[in-house]
């Protein structure tokens, strides 16, 4: 049973150029989240999808960061123009129904994004 | 809106004691909340969760408390093992679709 699946794991980019980080969901789950973690710090909700649907942003940056979830193939968090500071592990977690319900929340295993 | 914080950034204990990591909440509104474990360079890793109807969690050595009158939680870790070695979040719900972290506990387990 294939838990949430990120890639790449390890991403390293030049300040200026664009980031692509994938999650294919658990199977049966169809409710997808964005987390970051700053070294040492805990994580920081970025954004909720559903398929075809953002449901809520309100962690996103409001520039040069976008996520999406289409009706086919995984979640796609992308982050244009990288910065130094945006240097961080991504991760994505799914649910099999929304989170008011209380579902547990999986996570994989991140992907580490690092901008020179 | 929610802040979530945990007691002390790190926790050394000898192999076999039990292990107490405790957590602070804001939001008294908050009514689900989650334990998780994270080992270096890997995911949260789900351990245990409450919901606010409930005061007291048993999973495999491992116990959730939850005191809603003073918005407290800890985690329980019975005869703790190196393998426990990890940080440790507690995660609040804070909103429809929102999960606020703690900034995390090392627990740091020697033979």
């Known amino acids: 049973n294939a838990g949430v699946m990120q890639n790449p794991r390890h991403l390293v980019r030049r300040r200026g150029q664009e980031a692509r980080l994938r999650c294919s969901p658990m199977?049966?789950?169809?409710?997808v989240y964005w987390y970051r973690q700053l070294p040492e710090e805990g994580l920081k909700f970025m954004v909720y999808l559903q398929k075809e649907n953002i449901i809520d942003e309100s962690g996103m940056p409001k520039e040069r960061f976008s996520a999406e979830f289409p009706k086919e193939g995984p979640s796609i968090l992308r982050i244009q123009q990288v910065v130094r500071g945006d240097s961080a592990a991504y991760f994505c977690?799914?649910?099999?129904?929304?989170?008011?319900?209380?579902?547990?929340?999986?996570f994989g295993e991140g992907s580490w994004l690092t901008v020179v | 809106g929610e802040s979530v914080g945990l007691h002390l950034p790190t926790l050394s204990v000898q192999e076999g004691d039990n292990s107490i990591i405790n957590c602070a909440y804001s939001?008294?509104?908050?009514?689900?909340f989650i334990w998780y474990k994270q080992e270096s360079g890997k995911g949260p890793q789900f351990i245990i969760d409450i919901r606010s109807n409930m005061d007291k969690r048993q999973g495999q050595r491992v116990t959730v408390l939850l005191n809603k009158t003073v918005k407290h939680l800890s985690l329980q870790i019975a005869a703790t093992q190196p393998g426990d070695s990890a940080v440790y979040f507690c995660?609040?719900?804070?909103?429809?679709?929102?999960?606020?972290f703690g900034k995390g506990t090392m627990l740091l387990v020697s033979p």
């Open positions: 995660a609040v719900n804070s909103g429809y679709s929102t999960l606020t």
């Open positions: 977690a799914s649910s099999p129904t929304g989170p008011d319900s209380g579902n547990t929340i999986y």
């Open positions: 199977k049966g789950h169809s409710h």
């Open positions: 939001n008294s509104a908050s009514d689900y």
